[in-house]
């Protein structure tokens, strides 16, 4: 059974940043997803399992950068010029099967508890 620990959520005013964090046991392809509210739950980055692929919403792009760490373990969200729409639970997912485009939600196996991200104006 995977089992995925998630860190790093906050409060955080516009324009601030911030870095969340998911460990996996073990090395697969992974992705972060949000809730907003009111919505359902959306893409916002994906990374292959060996970190050769990366895949972006739009909305986000040019501002967040997901990557993964040597042991290719941990993957880590790091989230620039945050804007109070990207306000959100924050999961992260992951999947034994190499990753595929589109990046949806039906294409992880496992998930994470989710972690809060507040961005105020």
């Known amino acids: 059974q995977v089992q995925l620990v998630e860190s790093g959520g906050g409060l955080v005013q516009a324009g601030g940043s911030l870095r969340l964090s998911c460990t996996a046991s073990?090395?697969?392809?992974m992705g972060w997803f949000r809730q907003a509210p009111g919505k359902g739950r959306e893409f916002v980055a994906g990374?292959?399992?060996?970190?050769?692929?990366?895949y972006y919403a739009d909305s986000v792009s040019g501002r967040f950068t997901i990557s993964r760490d040597n042991a290719g373990n941990t993957v880590f969200l790091q989230m620039s010029s945050l804007k109070p729409e990207d306000t959100a639970v924050y999961s992260c997912?992951?999947?034994?099967?190499?990753?595929?485009?589109?990046?949806?939600?039906?294409?992880?196996?496992?998930w994470g508890q989710g972690t809060q991200v507040t961005v105020s104006s």
């Open positions: 997912a992951a999947d034994n099967r190499p990753l595929r485009t589109p990046v949806v939600v039906s294409g992880f196996d496992y």
């Open positions: 073990g090395r697969l392809s």
């Open positions: 990374i292959s399992w060996v970190g050769d692929r990366t």
